[in-house]
Antibody
């Protein structure tokens, strides 16, 4: 059974860097085709694709956010970490990590809420 | 980047009615389109993959169709439990992207 759980601060100040951790189980991110994706959702708004890391350590980012995002994995800890610099109130929302094979996003975490406010 | 436009934004439907949601891509994406269902305060759930392929455990009343730039999600005989927001998502080109969502509410 695949499970993913996001963790990180519930609140960050504007201009700070957000660090979120996705802890997963039930699959190996070293297996061919496996991928973990981060997606966010502002309150009452649509889903937004942020970043993805693949089993071969290839990394892909949202065009509009790529200068602020970094994704990396630690397979020994079964973790995928996303950092986002220079946080702004518009970055408030729920952040999800999700797993899939090849081009699918199949299994989602419960999400973690982040509020950007001073 | 590929942009997905969904319509309508909101659909108010009586139980047992048929629901049709459309998703239009800004460029041809073959069949590289998925549909998700998100209920309030829940994570999205994959309903349909690659345009029309079913997902194990998803009721057969959910059907996907289309290819190229125009796609449709059909819910045959809507049930009360289907009240949710539905999103399309393309996997034809990175970065992947989602549509703006269609909220289906029960009359």
């Amino acid at each position: 059974q695949v499970t993913l759980k996001e963790s990180g601060p519930a609140r960050v100040n504007p201009t700070q860097t957000l660090t979120l951790t996705c802890t997963y189980s039930g699959f190996s991110l070293e297996s061919h085709g496996m991928r973990v994706t981060w997606i966010r959702q502002p309150p009452g708004k649509a889903l937004e694709w942020l970043a993805r890391i693949d089993w071969e350590d290839d990394k892909f980012y949202s065009t509009s956010l790529k200068t602020r995002l970094t994704i990396f994995k630690d397979t020994s800890k079964k973790e995928v970490v996303l950092t986002m610099t220079n946080m702004h109130p518009v970055d408030t929302g729920t952040y999800y990590c999700a797993q899939g094979s090849y081009d699918l996003i199949e299994n989602w975490g419960q999400g973690t809420r982040v509020t950007v406010s001073s | 980047d590929i942009v997905l436009k969904q319509s309508p934004d909101l659909q108010s439907v009586t139980p047992k009615e048929r629901v049709t949601i459309t998703c239009r891509a800004s460029q041809r994406i073959g069949s590289s389109l998925q549909w998700y269902q998100q209920k309030p305060n829940q994570s999205p759930k994959l309903l349909i993959k690659f345009g029309s392929q079913s997902i194990s455990g998803v009721p057969s009343r959910f059907r996907g169709s289309g290819s190229g730039t125009d796609f449709t999600l059909t819910i045959d005989s809507l049930e009360v439990e289907d009240a949710a927001t539905y999103y399309c998502q393309q996997s034809a080109g990175l970065p992947f992207s989602f549509g703006g969502g269609t909220k289906v509410e029960i009359k």
